[in-house]
């Protein structure tokens, strides 16, 4: 019978909702539960396409010994970390700050006033390799709360008070300058990998948002190391398993260090990153592999991750049917030789193993290999590569899909708009910029309440129930900036304007200017989440900085511009030390050194040749963080077009920063150079 799970939203809690475990959501209800039966609660965190959340699920909730110990001696909670960031966020610091790592699946246990006093992730169902079982675990807790009780409640209101002396203030100090911006380059230089590109060891990550400072301190400074660290790094995790040769987009992480087996998994917010980073590689350089990736990612996320309401799915899971009813992690997506002759024959299948670095031992597990791309293009012909491929990827559509968690999440929408808009004005795809204004307008439409307020998810067309945290406003900011600049519809400056003030009016201390990750009229928690460090995406704070400093280059706006100044002061603290966590910050940084620029392109019409030339070139420019309006003269849609005549009776493109304006232009190429200067 479908426990309390069953009438959520959420795809990864209606994983659970068969479960024997009375599971019940996030809510006071289940804290009152506890505390009339006065037994702890057992919260466990995860999200859909996490492989050992199955793992656990399988082992653990859906045996009935388990459930029926669970259902005696706690009161369970389950939570989808995407759904709610915040209860993640929150107690992911204190498993962090108790263990030294963290990780999902986590399996917190809370007394009724939820404060935490026992930690872990995931819990095999035997005892292994110094692990304790789950059981072992649930009875050992049980024993505690039962006997020990003032030692658990002791332990549980030290851990909320250390946890609320750690919050952040880093508001009143000042906006990073070149010492620290050089700093941060020069540790990133030191973890770079210059044999496989990335940073670090195994596993290695996408590191999206370094590569965004990498381009935009290249653009600003001429560091040619900067760009040679961006480029190289892009080169290998193209050629990588991490990336699927196939279909194209990225999977989460690489296992190892290079960029070979990845964690299978494709989430919407890696790809709507790596899209941006490699449609701006090409931007500065030229390259033909990154206008290639950009592109194949680009039509990966509308083909695959595009809902029928016109939004972007979250993510496609790690396992799917290995064909003999077993769900098995990668399984859609590694290749046997024999699997290849199967289906090219004998001679295009030797073609595609020396393509693809498909091996007799196999780069992955059983002798199946994760395909890359090893050697250069060149060595092969190029048709019967394109041949080859196309055919690998209509028989791998015949073999079992993952699956998908089909919730809208405002963040990571934000993050595929500015991505599809802008890829599809560099490469004159208008196709990718009509699903960006899609999904904005589902965005507005579904997930925008009339005081402009956010909802974090939605699905099949139906607003879920939790407010929208600061990434979602920042973030969806961005994306509605990046559609103004591309589509020359002030609306959308507009949309981005009443987000960035909520950001101002509830989500920033008034006194430090420090932000934090939940408004001020939030659901409290036993602390209020405050992460200023980008992990998988940009952290809300260094993303809601980037889109305050966007809207004041558009608006003149001086308390966004103040706003964005305070909350990088975080980036000149953390910058020189931890460069790699907080790369969108650093980012931003490099856009305030540059002004950022302020474009306004006037024209007869949006249709005009000359119009549309010198828009072109203005998107295409590589000043960090440039603003872009475009529109006919005295247009109201932006205020950038204010005073602003054609000139000589011709379109013409007005450059200003910092307070100070260059002559308006009506060449191309003389406002390619002042883009580039």
Partial sequence: MPNRLAHETSPYLLQHADNPVDWWPWSEEAFDEARKRNVPVLLSIGYSSCHWCHVMAHESFEDQETAEYLNAHYVSVKVDREERPDVDAVYMEAVQAATGQGGWPMTVFLTPDAEPFYFGTYFPPAPRQGMPSFRQVLQGVHQAWDERRDEVTEVAGKIVRDLAGREISYGDAQTPGEEELAQALLGLTREYDPQRGGFGGAPKFPPSMVLEFLLRHHARTGAEGALQMASDTCERMARGGIYDQLGGGFARYSVDRDWVVPHFEKMLYD???????????????????????????????????????????????????????????????????????????EQDADLAAQVFGVTEEGTFEEGASVLQRPVRDAVFDAEKVASVRERLLAARSERPAPGRDDKVVAAWNGLAIAALAETGAYFDRPDLVEAAVAAADLLVRLHLDEQARLTRTSKDGHAGANAGVLEDYADVAEGFLALASVTGEGVWLEFAGFLVDHILARFTDPESGSLYDTAADAERLIRRPQDPTDNAAPSGWSAAAGALLGYAAHTGSEPHRTAAEKALGVVKALGPRVPRFIGWGLAVAEAVLDGPREVAVVGPSLGDEGTRSLHRTALLGTAPGAVVAVGVPESEEFPLLSGRPLVGGEPAAYVCRNFTCDAPTTEVERLRAVLSD
């Fill in 271 to 345: 790809n709507a990153l790596l899209c941006r980073v490699y449609a701006h590689l090409w931007r500065a350089t030229g390259s033909e592999l990154a206008r290639r990736v950009a592109l194949e990612t680009a039509d990966f996320m509308v083909r695959e991750l595009r809902t029928n309401e016109g939004g972007f799915a979250s993510a496609l899971d790690a396992d799917s049917d290995d064909g003999t009813g077993k769900h098995v992690e990668g399984a859609y997506y590694v290749w046997t030789p024999e699997q290849l002759r199967e289906v090219l024959g």
